[in-house]
């Protein structure tokens, strides 16, 4: 079955510490996007990559870093300068349909810092 | 970054009843889109509306893609106790059209009463 694969589900951290989550899609879709959710306010973008090697800052990038060395996988680092980084953060890819971008989400990953 | 409003924030329905929400925004988009999410999972797309006008219905769920392509919203019939869940809109803007990159609302938690 194609999907999007999030890993790990859940991940503790220590404050300093960087992590890195893992996003890795079979859909062979060009596009991928990292999400963060936080209770009441919906889905912000923190980054996107529409082709390899390339990537795009979204709304709240501070803090965070990405690569995309090949079209299936888009990890996502949390550095140690992310002042607040315990929250729900999800993996997204898209296929243009119609004249319009369909995102596909991955099943997320819950970060708690300690 | 530019959020849609998204009402209401939530609802609390006795089982059998018709649910409606609906997402507003200050600016035109080209693509309206309403996902459902399930705690602890990533969102799942439900309904995608792509002209002005468009009214679309999967299943119990009916959606509409605002005339003044500014609005949308998205009506549950006769709910049942797995409806429970976190439903977003989320739209394309124009000048967005060749990035992905979508806005999302802030969310409508259901809960539904047996």
């Known amino acids: 079955d194609g999907g999007i694969t999030q890993s790990p589900k859940y991940l503790f951290r220590k404050e300093g510490q960087n992590v890195t989550l893992s996003c890795e899609q079979n859909l062979n879709h060009d596009a991928m996007y990292w999400y963060r959710q936080d209770p009441g306010q919906g889905l912000r973008l923190i980054y996107y990559?529409?082709?390899?090697?390339?990537?795009q800052k979204g709304d709240i990038a501070e803090g965070y870093s990405v690569s995309r060395e090949k079209k299936e996988s888009f990890p996502l680092t949390v550095t140690s300068a992310q002042k607040n980084p315990t929250a729900f953060y999800l993996c997204?890819?898209?296929?243009?349909?119609?004249?319009?971008?369909?995102?596909?989400f991955g099943a997320g990953s819950r970060l708690t810092v300690l | 970054g530019q959020q849609l409003n998204q009402s209401p924030q939530s609802m609390f329905i006795q089982e059998g009843e018709d649910v409606s929400m609906n997402c507003t925004s200050s600016?035109?988009?080209?693509?309206w889109l309403w996902y459902k999410q399930d705690p602890g999972e990533g969102p799942v797309l439900l309904i995608a509306?792509?002209?002005?006008?468009e009214l679309t219905s999967n299943g119990r769920l009916t959606a509409q893609f605002g005339i003044t392509r500014k609005d949308s919203f998205l009506n549950i019939s006769a709910s049942i106790p797995s409806d429970v869940g976190i439903y977003f809109c989320a739209g394309e803007e124009p000048r967005s059209s060749n990035t992905g990159k979508l806005i999302f609302g802030q969310g409508t938690t259901l809960q539904v009463k047996p």
């Open positions: 600016s035109i988009f080209n693509t």
């Open positions: 990559s529409q082709i390899v090697n390339d990537f």
């Open positions: 509306l792509y002209k002005a006008g």
């Open positions: 997204a890819s898209s296929i243009t349909r119609s004249g319009a971008n369909v995102l596909t």
